[in-house]
Nanobody, 124 residues
Framework: QVQLQESGGGLVQAGGSLRLSCAAS????????MGWFRQTPGQEREFVSA????????NYADSVKGRFTISRDNAKNTVYLQMNSLKPEDTAVYYC?????????????????WGQGTQVTVSS
């Protein structure tokens, strides 16, 4: 089993930036594809971005392409989400997830482990 802990959320003005981090522990980090999802009250948890086990492949939701960048540091067992040009509609709880079954995963059911989430609030 792997444990995931997100950090880096907060309150930022529209147009600003935040970097989320997700630290993994418990199992070999490179065995997992990693992803970020987000959720607002009353809505389904939606895919934001994913990165392959090696870090060579990435995938983004259309709504964040060109603004968000996912990366991972396998030596530090950490995955990051750099969020630039933030918009009020990016406000959500952001979750980190790990998938042991796929080289890269873009669908929620493909993920096995989830963090507790970190709140991101973008003011207009």
């Amino acid at each position: 089993q792997v444990q995931l802990q997100e950090s880096g959320g907060g309150l930022v003005q529209a147009g600003g930036s935040l970097r989320l981090s997700c630290a993994a522990s418990g199992r070999t980090f490179t065995n997992y594809a990693m992803g970020w999802f987000r959720q607002t009250p009353g809505q389904e948890r939606e895919f934001v971005s994913a990165i392959s086990r090696s870090g060579t492949s990435t995938n983004y939701a259309d709504s964040v392409k060109g603004r968000f960048t996912i990366s991972r540091d396998n030596a530090k067992n950490t995955v990051y989400l750099q969020m630039n040009s933030l918009k009020p509609e990016d406000t959500a709880v952001y979750y980190c997830a790990a998938s042991s079954r796929y080289l890269i995963a873009t669908i929620k059911p493909w993920y096995d482990y989830w963090g507790q989430g970190t709140q991101v609030t973008v003011s207009s």
